[in-house]
């Protein structure tokens, strides 16, 4: 079950677009991933260099004072809940301090930490985060709503990029090997991530399908995360930055009324500006509205169709350097 939602999940499949035509090989190939299975099967990786520790339940043991009491504590980080289990006393220094009272000196304690779903996501995240930047792989979550132009701007990136500099993409979405086939179109390797009734891409899904592409150092990740406005931006990924695309169709008001997805965004490209003069979409208070959600968002107005603001995302990426 999604925490930001409550969209059930159902089963999640991994598979390489090259695959997806043939649906008996690819269902060979396909890696089936339970969202909430707790244990890495991971192959490509030997177990000393990435340990995968994915338990649902964190023991921490360190030496101190033997305490005879047990103590429960709970407190919110952000929408996170978690629920500290102490089975002795004192706490690292990242942890919540008890009271000098809830104190006592001795030996040995456990700590056992139940975290909820988006805790566990951050960390996977922060799996993931290592792994991109020992690979020096820069990766870009592209969040939007459906329809806004995220495969058709990241197809034209790709025309761009490609002779030059190495690319690789996973592509959310509920059903279909569509956007997975319109990316190795041109050239560039992709895996399908269908999410069945869930809503967004998770740390896990990602950690998954990288074990199953197999990105050259140095490569963009780009990462085309289910259309939705609204959950996607509470689960990291572990990506560099969140890419928020808006179409000018959509009407400029999106920022004021989905501010947290404009808020984890670092940049924003305000697609289909080919279409304004048939619409009555004001660019410039959407700017506005956006600087007011997120002052430091970088805007781009563009047309995925015209190629009108692509040599300035192309610019952009160009600040982001994998090497
Ligand atoms: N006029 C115009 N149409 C565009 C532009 N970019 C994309 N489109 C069209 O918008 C429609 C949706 O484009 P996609 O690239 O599939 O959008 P998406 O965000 O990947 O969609 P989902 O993956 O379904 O969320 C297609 O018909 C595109 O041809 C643009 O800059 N201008
Ligand atoms: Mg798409």
Known sequence: MCSTCGCSEGEVTITSGHHSDDASHCHDHAHHHHAHHDHCQCQTHDSASCEHEHEHDETIEFETSPSVEVHHHYYHHGDVHHHIHYHLAALPEAMPQPTMSEVTPTVKRTVTIEEQ???????IAAHNREHFA??????????SSPGSGKTTLLCETLRQLLPNQSCVVIEGDQQTQNDAQRIEATGAPAIQINTGKGCHLDAQMIHDAMHQLDAPQGSYL???NVGNLVCPAGFDLGEKHKVVVLSVTEGEDKPLKYPHMFAAASVMLINKIDLLEHLDFDLQRCMQYAHQVNPELIIIPISATTGVGMDEWLSWLETQPCA
């Open 222 to 224: 780009f990462i085309e």
């Open 134 to 143: 020992a690979q020096h792989l820069v990766a870009l979550n592209f969040v």
């Open 117 to 123: 779903v988006l805790a566990k996501n951050d960390r």
